[in-house]
Every structure is written in structure tokens, then in C-alpha cells.
């Protein structure tokens, strides 16, 4: 298995990406944005952090680098995408997942671990977790407001898209729960055919006990294992 | 040859900036303010060459996102 890490102008959770794909034994590449092919890679991670400065919009920029044509085309063939934080915005200015992110709504930048919800196991991402089961995961933004119009959200919900959402320490997904504002809470979904996944939280920095949590270690481990990969040790 | 593009956010979103603002302005003492929204205005040089067609097309695909926000193409002459 290959893991393709891109890196935008702005990246900077890229390092952390790559280094938790390699403990978990996967060939990891960095690739520059302005590279046009992803041929070969298994899964292609669009990490964190600020591309182009988030000049016009968080992502706007981003998502007309030439590798983003090679995402597109991968993800159309089927290969699992995820995108974090950063890499979410990316996605969904690119319109591989619906909807937008937009300004926290209490205008703050939110750093901190919390809880989210698994609210559907049925996709590469977290089948190995269990539904309705937490994880604490942190989160590193400022505008990670989900919105999207009322007939996506029910198109999301109604067809299990809607992943992870933000809740309490004992699972109920209010809104003294939800960070920055997210529409019904939600902190991640996927695209219709499940292998583009989008989250604003931060997998990658939960996979180390040093950092805290090692929640995040199932995404990992349920990308591993539909890419056929044993589960690291 | 310019043209002004004006972004704003759509009534339906969530404009925490405009809120911010807003309640700015109430502690600086003006009251009569009911609302402020925040968007963005941005300037385009042109050469001529162009179509409105392909600078609306520019404002649809990168200077907003049809999802949260509106546009409005003033061409100037």
C-alpha cells in the first residue's frame, strides 16, 4: 500500500500526516501541489494548515492546483481521499463533498481535544470502530463551521454521509458540545460513493499516546484494513 | 477597464463578523445599527479582452462560493 500526502503553499500539518501513515508502516510520499499525477498511491491525504494563506476563502486557491485534477480523477476511480481540516476545506471548495466551512461562529480559534461521535461504520474510514462510539480527537481551527442547504443535510443523513459529529464526553451531540457552530453538529462526511472522506478534526495528532489520545488510530487502522493491510501491531 | 466584483454572504448563512460588527458599533454608541454583514469587494483590471461571460464565470467558480455566498459584477468603464 501507498499513501500520497499532498503538500499546498500553506500546508503545515503535512509532517504529522506522513509521520503517523509511517508508523503505521505505509509508504508515504509527499507530493507538491504542482505535481500532475497520483498514479500508483492507494490513498491520497489532504493534510492541515493554511493553503495560500487562505486568501479569498479557505481552499479556494488550493483547490485549482495541478494535482488537484489528479485528485478529482482518483477519486473518481475509486481511490480513498481523506481531507483534513485544511484539507476538508479543500474538498468541499473543490466540490468533491457538498457544502462549505465557514468562520467559527463565536469568531474564535478553537485548539483542543473533544469528542466526536462515529455515526456511521459502513465506509473504508471507520469500519472498525464502533457506531455511536467516541473519539477523542483535537481540533486546530477557526473556520470549521459546517453549513450546507437543508436538502443536502437530509440528503447526508438520510443516506448515512454524515460520519462524525461533535458531542459530550457521554455522546449526546448538543450544541454546548459543538465547537464552532457546525451544522447538526457534524465534524465530518463522506461523498456518495464513501471513499472521500472530509473531517475537521485531526486523526493524525491522536495516533501517539505522547500527544494525549490515540482515538485517532482507527481511522488509520480501518484505511489499512480496506486497502488489505494488516493492522500494525 | 475595471471591474468591481462584490461578494457578500447569503441571508441564509450565519454571519458571525456581521454580528461582531454589529455589536461594535452598539458599544461605540450608535444603537440604530440593526444588523452589519461582512463581505468582501474585489477589484479587477482588465484589459478589454474579455467576456462578461468568462467574468461571470470567474466569479462563480473562484471569487465566491455559490454555496455560502452571492456576487454582484459591476463593470466599470
Same mark, same amino acid.
Given at each position: 500500500m501507498k499513501a500520497a500526502v499532498i503538500r499546498f503553499?500553506?500546508?503545515?500539518c503535512d509532517q504529522d500526516c506522513v509521520l503517523a501513515l509511517r508508523e503505521f508502516g505505509v509508504e508515504t510520499d509527499f507530493v507538491w501541489?504542482?505535481?500532475?499525477s497520483l498514479a500508483g498511491y492507494d490513498l491520497i491525504a489532504l493534510p492541515g494548515g493554511f493553503s495560500?494563506?487562505?486568501?479569498?476563502?479557505?481552499?479556494a486557491i488550493a483547490?485549482?492546483?495541478?494535482v488537484m485534477k489528479a485528485v478529482r480523477e482518483q477519486a473518481a476511480r475509486g481511490t480513498l481521499v481523506i481531507g483534513i481540516c485544511n484539507g476538508f476545506q479543500i474538498l468541499c471548495e473543490a466540490g468533491l463533498l457538498p457544502g462549505a466551512l465557514i468562520r467559527n461562529r463565536d469568531l474564535h480559534f478553537r485548539c483542543e481535544h473533544l469528542h466526536v461521535r462515529?455515526?456511521?461504520?459502513?465506509?473504508?474510514?471507520?469500519?472498525?470502530?464502533?457506531?455511536?462510539g467516541l473519539l477523542r480527537i483535537p481540533i486546530a481551527h477557526g473556520e470549521g463551521s459546517y453549513t450546507a442547504d437543508a436538502a443536502t443535510l437530509a440528503e447526508l443523513n438520510q443516506t448515512g454521509r454524515v460520519l462524525l459529529r461533535y458531542a459530550d464526553a457521554a455522546g449526546a451531540a448538543i450544541d454546548a458540545a459543538n465547537?464552532?457552530?457546525?451544522a447538526e453538529n457534524i465534524a465530518g462526511i463522506c461523498n456518495a460513493a464513501r471513499n472521500v472522506f472530509g473531517l475537521m478534526p485531526h486523526p493524525e495528532r491522536a495516533c501517539?499516546?505522547?500527544?494525549?489520545?490515540?482515538?485517532?488510530?482507527v481511522i488509520f487502522e480501518s484505511i489499512l484494513s480496506t486497502l488489505g493491510v494488516r493492522k500494525a501491531a | 477597464m475595471k471591474a468591481k466584483v462584490i461578494v457578500m454572504p447569503k441571508h *441564509?448563512?450565519?454571519d458571525p463578523q456581521g454580528v461582531a460588527v454589529r455589536d461594535a458599533i452598539h458599544h461605540h454608541g450608535?444603537?440604530?445599527?440593526k444588523a452589519a454583514r461582512v463581505g468582501k469587494v474585489i477589484e479587477l483590471e482588465l484589459d478589454? *479582452?474579455?467576456?462578461e461571460a468568462q467574468l461571470h464565470e470567474v466569479c462563480r467558480d473562484l471569487l465566491s462560493n455559490p454555496v455560502i455566498e452571492d456576487y454582484q459584477l459591476v463593470i466599470e468603464a
Open positions: 503553499p500553506g500546508s503545515n501541489h504542482k505535481d500532475e495560500y494563506g487562505d486568501y479569498l476563502r479557505c481552499g483547490r485549482f492546483s495541478p462515529v455515526e456511521d461504520v459502513a465506509n473504508p474510514f471507520l469500519h472498525e470502530a464502533q457506531t455511536g465547537p464552532n457552530g457546525s501517539d499516546p505522547r500527544l494525549g489520545s490515540t482515538d485517532g488510530r | *441564509s448563512v450565519l450608535l444603537p440604530a445599527v478589454g *479582452s474579455q467576456t
